[in-house]
Every structure is written in structure tokens, then in C-alpha cells.
């Protein structure tokens, strides 16, 4: 940060980073006052604009405390000073806001904050038991906005004029209230009500707290629709196992796990361990559902997250919702307000259409969703809160481009077909947009398209050019080409395990110019080079491009897509692939899961993987899970949601972890690959030693904490072999991305390991390892391409 020198008549103080909407000019009004200083404080499309005269010494205190002294919510990204010599006399004031080129950020969504639950619980308070009660330092952003700079006249809130009461609140820069666009109370602002949904369809009458009239509903075991802050929630009683079935059979829902919302951390302990990392993310203002080992004395149906052993709670995020629980001393089930694969429901209209079949009542209110914005959820792994979905609370957050990216052009990156996220890539920031789902659902890719031209016009963004993911199929990767022909902008297509890697740089402040880093990149599908599905990979690789040294041994996957829902095709290609169904019925006849397999259509599965009839290789550590679960029974036939195979697996292991002494491990083969220049980890030992496991009945977490702990440990000694050999630069570094380090077993053992070898690890914390990271290292690459492009044309022009 710049220091001040001693100036005749005052200075001029740019603040660019999060600064609007989150009480930065009522800190500096206050400083300035404090301080003794003339001058005005106002935002413009670039931040906050400050212009303050007075002493060169208080001037100097002023601009060192406002680092020291942030709002809350206010994150600074640099502080620009210089002289100003305009007329600067008289009381320090705010005035009014500027336009101008857009260069601020909009701020995430905030939980509501403690000084707003006093006043929702304080029957003396105007905004006693009022769900829209919300102030500087909490309450709806990114969900309200419509537009920047960030004013109440550019949020879905600019319908309501104020009342005396609250314009007075607004006005006074020493109220926490001042400039808060949201603010709100019973006399002048938004409105709960509550319906019957189905065929009456009609509001509760004769009821003066429909909150609480809600409330007695769900303890009554009914489910209710509750408009949330982002999007609807469908709520019951999670105690009660008749309601969450019934809410299970509406919703068409069948296996997928319930987020949970309890009303404190005290109702959150009977069911889990809370440490002080997770109650420090949970009272945070990003709020996020935190996945929890079920581990507390008292246990909820199974029906709430079937054949799981982890429970993923959050606390009250709104005061709507904080006034719904305050007497609710059980969890509820607080999941999105959808039917099965659809995106949460935003619109009332369509609330009442769609949620009808599914809830009995609809707790609703007048103020508009402007942008939908999901729960995030983060999981505590290896020392850190790790974001496993990025959405309410963190986004849009910008994320900070490391060292060499200044020149960076704007530019957008559209991201995945699952877990979708697009990313704005301006001003060395990268802007990164809430989750918004698998855009093989038609709604939800419709959504994604009006957010991705909402992130456009609020954030002025012009991009000089787009990148997509290889895959020519993906719809992100359609709309990207659809985009660039319509603008005549160059298009960039970017590998997909390149961009996973450049995604956890981007995070860890890899600088551009810096050697590259080993990435082992493990998920369940993307394009390679090659024509071929990859999904276990070791890439040497920076920015600029990578180079593929090793990878996990390609087996077919019968059926394509259909492989991806049905585990047992790839549990049988991996057989046959490792042992052949001759010798596995002559070896293992009698273990259950050869009578299984002996049933199926196997000369039609041979017939395509030997005729490579839709059964495309593939080199998936995603598909290798999904094997081993199939071969413990678990998800055989049909996987209800991506990865509940996988998941199933790691709680049937982490089971066995608990009991566990000395971790035993099934063996995998590393040798070079005849037709490839790669080091090639091939499962068959591993499938061999599994069976012989499954003959002698041993037990199936045993099974599977041995697979997770195999796995990892020829993950490291492959990484060890490769730091050895001739294939590569020397490396220092490793990079760990792709959905499957969400597994905690094995992305700990494997950084354990590692780490222990002397290798340092690199890992996604703020930004997720699946595919919701990738647009964000879509960005970086495409940006890294640039400037050395222009570095080159420039070389040439001189």
C-alpha cells in the first residue's frame, strides 16, 4: 500500500476490491470525523473514491486505518493515493454515487449477523420478528442486484420507499443501517405470506405471524416451500422419517442426501462433533452446509442421506429462516426447491405450479429473487475448509490473478457441463459465478445463460475473447462457439485436466513465469488429446501447456454414458480387462459377485469392447471407483446421482478407517506403457488381491479402506518414479485436482504422503477441485496465451 507524503491541500484515495454495499464509506466518514478532516467520500464503477484535506500527519493515520479497520464484509485489493488539489473545505460528507467503466465487485450474500437477531428477538424493536430485517453488515447482495454501482435503486428493493424510521437509519453515516440497500421494516418493506399449495391453492387466513404458523405446520409433519434468499427451499422435519419419505417420494429424490438446517450449534452436537473450524464456517458470514461425520449420540432417519455416514448442516442464513427455527429445537430438512435434476425454483408463479405436487405449504414473500444463487457446501479436509460447491457466501467473490497477469485481457471462460461455472477474467481478477449446475438439463442450462449475460451487463464486461473446454459436445463448449462467431472474437479451447491444474495455480498464487508443477488430476471424464476419455492423469504442467508423463491404465466403458449410471459395466470391463471372465469363473466361480456378473449380457459387453462399439476407452479414476463400489454391491445396477457410487465406497472404507491400526493395501502395477511414451498404473494386482479378499469373506470396509489406501500409495509412487526419471524437468511441486480428491481418505493419505516424500502440495480450498473449478482455469490459460501472444506480435512489431 502507497504511504503518503506531506501534500499542501489533500489527496485523492482510490480503494478498489469488495468496498460497496458492506459499510466502507461510514468507516471512512467516521475515521474522517474522528480524525478532524475535510473532504467527501463517494462509489463509482471502480470502488470508492475518497478525497480527504487536512494535517499530512492525520491524513497518513487516516489511510493506515482504514487496512486495519475493515468492515466485516470488505475485502481491499489496493489503495491508490495522489494529490489533489480541488477545493476541499467544511464537514466530511458522503455524497452521492458516480458512474463510470465498471470496476468494482458486487459482494457475496451475508448471514444474518448477531446485532439483527437481537433485534428480531427484542419485542421492544421495530423489527421485532420481521423476516427482512438486515443491515450494513449482512442480508442479500448478489441475489438483490440488478445492476453497478451497487445502489438501492439497482436492487429488487427500489419498489419500497422508506419510512421516515428507516430513511432516518439510512441517512446517518454513525448507524450500522447507512446505506444499507436492503434495509427494510414492517412499516415500508417486503411482506411474508403463506399459501396452500395443491388444489385450494389459496392463502392461510386469520393468522398474524405466518412464520410461525409455518413453523407449527412443519412440527406438525407437513413439508413447506420456504422462499429463501436465492432460491425455494423444501422444508420438513428431519426427525420425523414419515415426512422426509414423503418428501423423498415427491420430490423424486430417491437417494441423494437432505441438507440440514438447525436452529443453533447446540441442536447440531447431539448429531455431530463440531470443531472450532467448523463453527468458525458455520457462524460465518458465508454460512455454508458443512458435511460432518454422524458421530453425535442421537441419529436421524437413514432416509435423510441413505447409506451415508455424513450429515451436511448449516444455520439459519436469514432471518426469515432464523424466525422458522427459533422454536424448532430439531433439525430440518432445508434442501433446493426443485423437482429431481431441475434447477431451485426462483419465480413464485412457477412455485406454485411446480411445488404444488410436492409441498403442502409455501412460506413466500414480495421481494424478487433477482439472481439465483445456491447453498454452498464445504467439507473439512487435511487442515482445511475445503469449498466442494461454490455459491451463496463466496460468490462472486474475484479471486485475486497471481504474479504476471497484469496484462491479462479481459476475457470468458464458459466453464464444464457439470457442476457448471462461467468466469470473467478483468482487471487482474477473476470473477467466478455461483454454481450452476449439469447443463445437460435444459433448465438449468437456460439459467445458465441468463446468468452468464446478467455476470456480462453487471460487471461491463467486454471480452476480446472466449475459451471452452475441448469437448466439442459440451453445451458450455456450444454456446462458447455460438458466442464467438455472433462477436467475431477468437475462440480458445482449452484441455480439461490442463484447465484442473491451472485452476489450483490460479488458486495458489502460481506465478505465470514459475516452473511447472506436477498436476494428477483424477474425475470422471474429459476429452484428451488422443480421441480418448481421460480421468487419471499426471501432467507436467504451467499455464502455458502441459505435457502428459503417466496416467491410469485405459479400460473400456461399455455403453458409454450408460457406464457412467451403471456401475457393473465398468466393474465387468475392469475384470476382463484384468483377469478375462474365463479365468475369473475358474478362479472365482463361487464369490457372489462373479454369479452377478454371469448373468448379464456378457457376449453383447465383450462384442463392443472388442469391436470398440460404444465402449470408448477410458483412463478414469472416476470409472475405477465406481468399479470397486460395484464390486462391494454397492450401487451395482443404477447410481441415483453422479458419484453416489464413489461416495458410498468412501463411507463403506472410512467405516474401517475408525477401527483401523496399521492401514493394510491392495497392490497396483507401475511400469512404462508398451505403446505409449507414459508410465502406465495398471489395477490388475489390485482386482486379483480383492477377489482373493472377497473369497476369504473378508469384510467389505476392510475391502475398500484397502482400495482407497492401494490407490494412494501408487499415486505417490508414481509421482516418485516420475521426479526420478528422465520424462520430466525436475519438480518440487504437486498439484491435486478433480472431483475425486473430494474423497477424504484418499486426498489425505495422498497428501500425506507427499509431504512427506518433500514434495510440496498444492490443493483447492476456495475453489472447488471438480469441474466447478474449471472455468477458472479455462481463464488463466486463455489469458496466459494471450500475453505471450502480444509479448511475441510486439517482439515482431520492433
Request: a neutral charge; proline letters at 6%.
Amino acid at each position: 500500500m502507497n504511504s503518503v507524503a506531506p501534500v499542501s491541500r489533500g489527496i485523492e484515495v482510490r480503494l478498489r476490491g469488495r468496498v460497496q454495499g458492506v459499510g466502507f464509506r461510514p468507516l471512512l466518514w467516521r475515521l474522517a470525523h474522528q480524525l478532524g478532516l475535510a473532504g467527501e467520500v463517494f462509489n463509482d464503477g471502480e470502488g470508492v473514491l475518497l478525497r480527504v484535506s487536512g494535517e499530512p500527519a492525520r491524513i497518513a493515520a487516516l489511510v493506515d486505518r482504514i487496512a486495519r479497520e475493515l468492515p466485516p464484509l470488505a475485502r481491499v485489493d489496493a489503495i491508490e493515493t495522489r494529490a489533489y488539489d480541488g477545493a476541499l473545505v467544511g464537514e466530511f460528507c458522503i455524497i452521492e454515487s458516480a458512474g463510470g467503466a465498471v470496476r468494482t465487485e458486487v459482494a457475496p450474500d451475508a448471514a444474518l449477523c448477531a446485532a439483527c437477531a437481537v433485534e428480531l428477538r427484542d419485542c421492544s424493536d421495530r423489527h421485532f420478528r420481521y423476516p427482512f430485517t438486515s443491515c450494513t453488515h449482512c442480508g442479500p447482495r448478489l441475489t438483490i442486484v440488478t445492476a453497478i454501482p451497487y445502489d438501492r435503486g439497482r436492487t429488487t428493493l427500489a419498489p419500497w420507499a422508506l419510512c421516515p424510521d428507516c430513511a432516518a437509519e439510512y441517512r446517518d453515516p454513525r448507524d450500522r443501517r447507512f446505506h444499507a440497500e436492503a434495509i427494510a421494516c414492517p412499516a415500508c418493506g417486503p411482506q411474508a405470506s403463506l399459501i396452500e399449495l395443491g388444489a385450494r391453492a389459496r392463502p392461510i387466513a386469520g393468522t398474524a405471524d405466518v412464520v410461525a404458523q409455518a413453523a407449527d405446520f412443519v412440527r406438525d409433519g407437513a413439508i413447506v416451500a420456504v422462499k429463501g434468499i436465492g432460491s425455494y427451499h423444501l422444508c420438513c422435519d428431519a426427525s420425523n422419517a414419515s415426512a422426509v419419505s414423503h418428501l423423498r417420494a415427491r420430490k423424486r429424490r430417491q437417494t441423494k442426501p437432505f441438507a440440514l438446517m438447525a436452529r443453533d450449534l447446540d441442536v447440531i452436537r447431539r448429531y455431530c462433533t463440531v470443531g472450532a473450524e467448523a463453527h468458525r464456517a458455520l457462524t460465518s458470514a458465508r454460512a455454508p452446509i458443512v458435511l460432518f461425520e454422524a458421530d453425535g449420540a442421537d441419529r436421524l432417519p437413514q432416509a435423510v442421506a441413505p447409506g451415508l455416514a455424513t450429515l451436511g448442516f448449516m444455520l439459519p442464513t436469514t432471518p426469515l429462516h432464523f424466525l422458522l427455527l427459533s422454536d424448532i429445537g430439531v433439525p430440518l430438512v432445508m434442501t433446493s426447491g426443485n423437482i429431481a435434476d431441475e434447477p431451485p425454483i426462483v419465480d413464485d408463479e412457477k412455485a406454485r405450479e411446480q411445488l404444488a405436487g410436492i409441498a403442502d405449504y409455501a412460506l413466500i414473500h414480495n421481494r424478487e429473487i433477482a439472481n439465483r444463487v445456491d447453498d454452498s457446501v464445504v467439507r473439512f479436509m487435511d487442515g482445511k475448509c475445503r469449498v466442494l460447491r461454490r455459491a451463496r457466501g463466496f460468490a462472486p467473490e474475484a479471486i485475486k490473478l497471481p504474479a504476471g497477469f497484469a496484462a491479462a485481457p479481459s476475457l470468458t471462460a464458459l466453464g464444464s457441463e457439470l457442476k457448471s461455472t462461467f468466469c470473467l477474467l478483468q482487471d487482474g481478477k477473476a470473477i467466478l459465478s455461483q454454481h450452476q449446475g449439469d447443463l445437460e438439463n435444459e433448465a438449468t442450462f437456460d439459467d445458465y445463460r441468463k446468468n452468464f449475460a446478467l455476470f456480462r451487463r453487471l460487471f461491463a464486461h467486454e471480452a476480446v475473447a472466449l475459451v471452452i473446454d475441448s469437448h466439442p459436445e459440451y453445451l458450455s463448449s456450444k454456446l462458447g462457439e455460438a458466442e464467438a462467431e455472433k462477436n467475431a472474437l477468437p475462440l480458445l479451447r482449452v484441455q480439461h485436466h490442463h484447465a484442473h491444474v491451472a485452476a489450483c495455480l490460479a488458486e495458489n498464487g502460481h506465478q505465470l513465469e514459475a516452473p511447472p508443477v506436477l498436476g494428477i488430476v483424477l474425475d470422471g471424464l474429459g476429452l484428451g488429446d488422443d480421441g480418448t476419455i481421460w480421468g487419471g492423469e499426471f501432467l507436467l504442467a504451467d499455464y502455458r501447456g502441459y505435457h502428459r508423463l503417466a496416467r491410469l491404465k485405459p479400460v473400456a466403458m461399455p455403453g458409454g454414458a450408460r457406464a457412467v449410471r451403471e456401475p457393473w459395466r465398468n466393474l465387468y470391463a475392469h475384470l476382463a480387462a484384468s483377469i478375462g471372465f474365463d479365468v475369473l469363473m475358474q478362479a472365482f466361480g463361487e464369490v457372489e459377485l462373479v454369479g452377478y456378473l454371469k448373468e448379464k449380457p456378457r457376449l453383447l459387453i465383450e462384442s463392443m469392447i472388442a469391436k470398440r462399439l460404444n465402449a470408448p476407452l477410458a483412463s478414469s479414476c472416476g470409472r475405477l471407483f465406481d468399479a470397486v463400489a460395484a464390486a462391494l454391491g454397492i450401487c451395482r445396477e443404477r447410481q441415483g446421482y453422479e458419484g453416489e457410487a464413489a461416495i458410498g465406497l468412501e463411507t463403506l472404507a472410512q467405516s474401517a478407517r475408525r477401527r483401523s491400526g496399521t492401514p493394510a493395501s491392495y497392490p497396483f502395477a507401475v511400469s512404462r506403457s508398451p505403446d505409449h511414451d507414459l508410465i502406465e498404473i495398471d489395477p490388475a494386482p489390485m482386482w486379483s488381491a480383492l477377489l482373493c479378499d472377497l473369497k476369504e469373506h473378508v469384510a467389505a470396509p476392510a475391502i475398500a479402506l484397502k482400495f482407497h489406501y492401494g490407490l494412494a500409495e501408487v499415486l505417490v509412487e508414481t509421482t516418485r518414479k516420475l521426479a526420478r526419471s528422465e520424462m520430466a524437468p525436475e519438480f518440487v511441486a504437486v498439484a491435486l485436482s478433480g472431483g475425486c480428491f473430494q474423497n477424504r481418505i484418499l486426498f489425505e493419505a495422498v497428501a500425506e504422503k507427499l509431504r512427506a516424500a518433500e514434495f510440496a502440495v498444492l490443493t483447492h480450498a476456495e475453489v472447488p477441485a471438480n469441474d466447478g473449478g474449471l472455468a477458472l482455469g479455462q481463464a488463466v490459460i486463455g489469458a496466459a496465451r494471450l500475453i505471450i501472444t502480444g509479448r511475441e506480435n510486439a517482439k515482431e512489431g520492433t
